[in-house]
């Protein structure tokens, strides 16, 4: 399967992003790099991919097992080397799934991460990724 996206330069940090699939967003930067920040950080589109593609098969894996999860969130967090190019060296991901039995939702999201989220797996073997389980009720 190929993908395509155009990203097409609107001044300053400022670039419109137009997918293959006929969606648009926009990313900009900090003002300290020309931007007026009025749109997404490419790197924080990195961390929402990992967590939308890891979420999407928490839920995909949980209904192949007739689970329903009456919620599934995923929330992200990057830590960025000090170095150039500012990679991320740590990344957390924290899971929240209600309406599933706990050892299922922990299934689910253990085979996410070790084995299915292709976004996880572009992420470079310098990266320490981790993961948790957190209780709906929390």
């Known amino acids: 399967m190929s993908m395509t996206v155009?990203?097409?330069?609107?001044?300053?940090?400022a670039f419109a992003v137009d997918s293959g699939s006929g969606h648009q967003l926009i990313t900009d930067g900090p003002p300290e790099h020309g931007?007026?920040?009025?749109?997404?950080?490419?790197?924080?589109?990195?961390?929402?991919?990992?967590a939308t593609c890891s979420g999407f098969?928490?839920?995909?894996?949980?209904?192949r097992g007739r689970q329903q999860p009456?919620?599934?969130?995923?929330?992200?967090?990057g830590e960025r080397a000090d170095t150039v190019p500012?990679?991320?060296?740590?990344?957390?991901?924290?899971?929240?799934?209600a309406g599933a039995p706990r050892a299922a939702a922990e299934r689910a999201v253990q085979l996410s991460v070790e084995k299915?989220?292709?976004?996880?797996?572009?992420?470079?073997?310098?990266?320490?990724?981790?993961?948790?389980?957190?209780?709906?009720d929390a």
């Open 57 to 63: 098969d928490v839920v995909h894996i949980l209904g």
């Open 116 to 136: 299915y989220c292709s976004a996880l797996a572009m992420i470079g073997s310098d990266t320490k990724v981790s993961w948790k389980l957190v209780d709906a």
């Open 70 to 77: 009456a919620t599934v969130k995923v929330q992200v967090h």
């Open 86 to 97: 500012a990679v991320f060296a740590r990344i957390e991901l924290a899971f929240t799934v």
């Open 35 to 50: 931007g007026v920040n009025a749109g997404w950080r490419p790197m924080e589109l990195l961390l929402a991919s990992l």
């Open 6 to 13: 155009a990203a097409t330069w609107q001044g300053g940090a």
